[in-house]
């Protein structure tokens, strides 16, 4: 039986006739996908059903993930055209899962506090059981900024963004979670969580949930994800740490 599919089912009170509906096959089609887990559906179901049920495709189809990776993109575990594509409680899972690490380089971080309820509980937890946490944050003051936001030129603009976050991180003061500025990353995010990263390119003119987005998990030495971690050692070296410039300590005051 495939556990993780009906488990998924169940959390998301999907019935087999309405989620075959939903990718266009017969239900005793995934009454077959639930009944034999080395079943694998056809891709374009595959990513229907995942949509739908909030789950990977590599959850709920462990198997696929050994089928297609088994070279030098063994590390890609996923890949959305978009970030809004990505299921829903797959943010959820890695920031719940992470016991060691948690760095947070994308440029405003907004989308965190206003797409998962509760998140600054979240960190306060983890980092009182000794989680590591980091956010590098784009300066809300820099060209840089300005620059992207006359690309973006949308009403919610990145330092307002930014100013949420910074909000958001002052409540949590009195943990050891760390923030410092850096623009280093305006067009590039990268979210790492103990042996997981997520990274979403921005493109030119778009806004965050419009880039696609990458799942890499450690896999090999200097590998994809060693390159992108070293790129967050690399903005967090060149960084300024937040809470220590003048005009921040002023608005928190």
């Given at each position: 039986m495939n556990s993780p599919l009906r488990e998924a089912m169940a959390r998301a009170n999907?019935?087999?006739?309405?989620?075959?509906?939903?990718?266009?096959?017969d239900p005793k089609t995934v009454d077959r996908w639930l009944a034999n887990p080395s079943r694998e559906p056809h891709a374009r179901h595959r990513?229907?059903?995942s949509q739908a049920l909030g789950?990977?495709?590599?959850?709920?189809?462990p198997s696929v993930q050994q089928l297609v990776k088994s070279g030098p993109d063994r590390e890609l575990v996923q890949m959305y055209?978009?970030?809004s594509a990505a299921p829903a409680?797959?943010?959820?899972?890695?920031?719940?899962?992470?016991?060691?690490?948690?760095?947070?380089?994308?440029?405003?971080?907004y989308f965190l506090w206003l797409e998962h309820a509760n998140f600054?509980?979240?960190?306060?937890?983890?980092?009182?059981?000794?989680?590591?946490?980091?956010?590098?944050?784009?300066?809300?003051?820099s060209?840089?900024?300005?620059?992207?936001?006359m690309e973006e030129d949308v009403p919610l603009t990145l330092s307002t963004r930014i100013e949420v976050t910074l909000s958001e991180l002052a409540k949590l003061r009195d943990t050891n979670i760390e923030a410092r500025y850096e623009t280093g990353?305006?067009?590039?995010?990268?979210?790492?969580?103990?042996?997981?990263?997520?990274?979403?390119?921005?493109?030119?003119?778009?806004?965050?949930?419009?880039?696609?987005?990458?799942?890499?998990?450690?896999?090999?030495?200097?590998?994809?994800?060693?390159?992108?971690?070293?790129h967050i050692e690399d903005l967090w070296a060149k960084g300024r740490d937040v809470w220590t410039i003048p005009e921040v300590q002023h608005a928190q005051a």
């Open positions: 999907m019935t087999s006739p309405r989620l075959a509906r939903l990718c266009g096959v990513a229907v059903a789950e990977e495709e590599t959850v709920l189809w055209p978009y970030r409680t797959l943010w959820r899972q890695l920031v719940s899962g992470a016991e060691r690490e948690l760095a947070f380089a994308g440029y405003t971080n600054g509980a979240l960190l306060r937890k983890k980092a009182a059981a000794g989680c590591r946490i980091r956010f590098v944050l784009g300066d809300p003051a060209p840089v900024t300005r620059q992207r936001e990353h305006v067009s590039l995010s990268a979210f790492r969580f103990d042996n997981d990263m997520i990274v979403t390119p921005l493109l030119p003119g778009r806004i965050g949930h419009d880039a696609p987005m990458m799942h890499f998990r450690r896999a090999q030495d200097d590998g994809v994800f060693d390159r992108f971690a070293g």
